[in-house]
């Protein structure tokens, strides 16, 4: 029994959402056909949703104060002249998934007398009948977002590296000859220290280590004096499109920004990220040994045979990721005959597809 026809496909919806760490786990309900519920099952069939997780670097680059001395000190003509910030797209990660299509509601009819069951998800939507068997999961390796860390001149050591000379000067130059001074002091006293010649050499291994670190710091924090500092950090969002059957191009997912990392699609402050999605296949009403098209048989068990897709994330002129999926919206309903699972001999079970609602495996319930 079709509670409800469906007859119109859901257009695209995009619905930017929080960004997930993982894949959480389903808990499913058993029912089972009998007496009370007059020998019916009830539940919903799926349309394919598609999350897709973006990954992108954001990189701040800054000048340091000695950069007009970096080649005449430290003979090093690479150092960053300008404030800039730049933006990546690293990742896109495709996970298609279920969703109950409230206009594809069904209730599969039994024989009197006979108690088939089937296990549903919190949805409603079929994982699978007479057996407690489901589809086995597949934990996507989703990306994850790193912080904006502080630079190596917003750290204690690079405070430490200033000497008292160079604190009085009121001459940039002077500054930039005492701080290049400084940065070979260190490295001689490092030396040193791995020589053995040290006049205060570390009492053992560990207070060695702990000095070394000091040394290298800030030696580090007076070279970005002068070459300056270069911070990168990734941001993370999930994005959920629900298509139609029909093809998509050039539609706006999200956009990226270098200042504010990924943004929404109708954000103008980003450059654009695009999902294209072509249909490749669609599936069809089975066929008989006459191939003639088949009916759906009488109180059947409704299952969806979807078509596929093949889904595309662009961002500034490259396909960041390509996946190809099975996508319910692309196929049609049918029915198995119920008197498959109700067989005294030799009932049969079937495992459902709960991204698309197909059918994964049919076999002997007994197996």
């Known amino acids: 029994m079709h509670f409800s026809p469906r007859n119109i496909l859901l257009p695209i919806a995009l619905a930017p959402m929080l960004f997930v760490s993982g894949l959480s786990g389903q808990t499913s309900q058993k029912i089972t056909a009998g007496k009370a519920s007059d020998y019916g099952l009830v539940y919903t069939l799926p349309i394919t949703a598609i999350d897709i997780y973006l990954e992108a670097e954001i990189t701040e680059e800054h000048p340091g104060e000695f950069y007009n001395y970096a080649r005449r000190y430290l003979g090093d003509s690479k ?3 300008e404030d800039s910030h730049s933006a990546i797209l690293k990742r896109a990660v495709i996970v298609p ?3 109950a299509d409230p206009d594809n509601r069904w209730a599969a009819q039994f024989k009197s007398g006979t108690t088939p069951y089937m296990i549903l998800d919190q949805q409603n939507i079929p994982l699978a009948l007479n057996t407690e068997e ?3 999961t597949h934990e996507a390796s989703l990306p994850q977002a790193t912080e904006k860390k502080a630079t190596i001149l917003d750290s204690p050591a690079a405070k430490q590296a200033i000497t008292a000379e160079m604190a009085r000067s009121s001459s940039i130059s002077k500054k930039a000859e005492l701080a290049s001074q400084r940065i070979f002091e260190l490295r ?6 791995l020589s053995g010649d040290s006049e205060n050499q570390p009492a053992d291994g560990k207070a060695m280590q702990l000095v070394l670190d000091n040394l290298s710091a800030q030696e580090s924090a007076l070279t ?3 070459l300056g500092t270069k911070n990168s950090w990734t941001v993370t969002e999930k994005y959920t499109i ?3 059957s029909t093809d998509i191009r050039n539609q706006v997912l999200a956009r ?24 490749l296949e669609k599936g069809e009403i089975p066929v008989n040994e006459k191939g003639e098209l088949k009916t759906f048989p009488k109180g059947g068990v409704a299952y969806n045979i979807p078509g596929r897709a093949l889904i595309k994330i662009n961002y500034n002129g490259t396909t960041i990721a390509s996946q190809e999926i099975s996508l319910a919206q692309a196929g049609i309903t049918f029915g198995m005959n119920p008197a498959l699972f109700t067989d005294k001999k030799e009932p049969s079970k079937l495992i459902f597809d709960p991204s698309t609602g197909a059918i994964l495996l049919l076999g002997p319930a007994n197996q």
């Open 224 to 226: 970005a004096m002068f």
């Open 242 to 244: 629900v298509p139609d």
């Open 79 to 81: 150092a960053i002249k």
């Open 188 to 193: 001689e006293t490092r030396s040193d220290i």
């Open 134 to 136: 489901t589809a086995p």
């Open 256 to 279: 990226l920004s270098a200042v504010d990392g990924l943004l929404e699609a109708d954000n103008l402050a980003g450059s654009p990220v695009t999902v294209d999605i072509e249909i």
């Open 97 to 99: 998934r279920g969703v």
